[in-house]
Nanobody
C-alpha cells in the first residue's frame, strides 16, 4: 500500500487548506489518520476516521479541521480552516488495515502504512 499526501503550502493566519491522501489500494477496510510533526516536536494525531465514518479530532484542532473519506476514490481529505501559525508542520496520512469497523485509532503504532508528508506553513 502506498499513500500519497498532497495539498500543503503557504497560507496566512485564518486561511484554509485542503489536504488529500490517495491510496494505491482500497481503503474501505482501513481506518485512516492524519498526523503532523513540527520541528522539535513530537508527532501528533490531528484527526482520524474509522471504517464506519466515525471521526476523532485532537483538542487543538477541534472545530477547525474536518476529516472525510471517499472509499470509491481511495481518498481521505483533511479540510483545514482558520489556520494558525501553530498548525505549521509536515502532515502525514496513515492507514490501519487491522481496525475494526467502529475503531478510530489514536495510537500511531496502530498504523502500518504512512505517506511521505506534505508541508503546511501558516504565516502570522
Amino acid at each position: 500500500v502506498q499513500l500519497q499526501a498532497s495539498g500543503g503550502g503557504l497560507v496566512q493566519t485564518g486561511g484554509s487548506l485542503r489536504l488529500s491522501c490517495v491510496s494505491s489500494d482500497s481503503i474501505s477496510r482501513a481506518a485512516m489518520g492524519w498526523f503532523r510533526q513540527a520541528p522539535g516536536k513530537e508527532r501528533e494525531l490531528v484527526a482520524a476516521i474509522g471504517r464506519g465514518g466515525s471521526a476523532y479530532y485532537g483538542d487543538s484542532v477541534k472545530g477547525r479541521l474536518t476529516v472525510s473519506r471517499d472509499n470509491a476514490k481511495k481518498m481521505v481529505i483533511l479540510q483545514m480552516n482558520s489556520l494558525k501559525p501553530d498548525d505549521s508542520a509536515v502532515y502525514y496520512c496513515a492507514a490501519d488495515y487491522n481496525a475494526i469497523l467502529t475503531s478510530v485509532p489514536q495510537d500511531p503504532d496502530r498504523y502500518e502504512y504512512w505517506g511521505q508528508g506534505t508541508l503546511v506553513t501558516v504565516s502570522s
